[in-house]
């Protein structure tokens, strides 16, 4: 008899990822991040066909989105903002995400996010009465591989 249940081991724990920068060659563990998604959105274009009431529709070209939320206590982005507000010249740099729990039955799934951009950046802050600040991050990427992709589960094929 095939598993028709997914077991419950086999989620993925959130807070076992690791997220690594690489911006002007250098890499950086951000361990500071709390929260992250990165998406690829697919541009869908409407295709009239003669004889059917209905449209069709085909993919035409997609676009890369992430954000995240951070502990506020690293310059990297800050240091970005700056450089771009001075010489014009706004730096790209790479994520890379691996989610790894070692008690599923998945394995790893790596992200690598090409090309990437901030769009917002938080330069300075306080909050009277937090006990932590955190700073909202997002940008865009404009392409991905996944050099590790998650198991199938049993079941699933």
């Known amino acids: 008899m095939t598993n028709t249940i997914m ?15 690489t911006l002007d060659g250098n890499r950086y563990l951000l361990m500071n991040i709390t929260e992250f998604e990165s998406k ?16 069709g529709h085909k993919s035409a070209g997609g676009k890369g989105t992430w954000s995240g939320t951070a502990h ?11 450089t771009y507000q001075k010489t014009g010249v706004m730096p790209y ?16 799934q790596t992200i690598v996010h090409h090309d ?5 950046f938080v ?6 009465g937090e006990e932590l600040l955190e700073e909202e991050l997002s ?5 991905w591989d996944m050099p590790e992709s998650f198991a199938m589960l049993p079941g699933m094929e």
């Open 139 to 143: 940008g865009t990427f404009e392409s």
């Open 93 to 108: 740099f790479e994520i890379q995400v691996t989610n790894e729990d070692a008690t599923s039955a998945v394995g790893r």
């Open 40 to 55: 690829w959105e697919t541009s869908i274009a409407d295709v009239p066909i003669l004889g059917k009431v209905g449209m």
């Open 7 to 21: 077991n419950a081991k086999d989620a993925v724990y959130g807070s076992l990822a690791e997220c690594f920068i």
């Open 116 to 120: 990437c951009l901030c769009d917002t």
């Open 72 to 82: 506020y206590n690293q310059s990297i982005f800050r240091k970005v903002a700056d």
């Open 123 to 128: 330069l300075a802050k306080f909050q009277a």
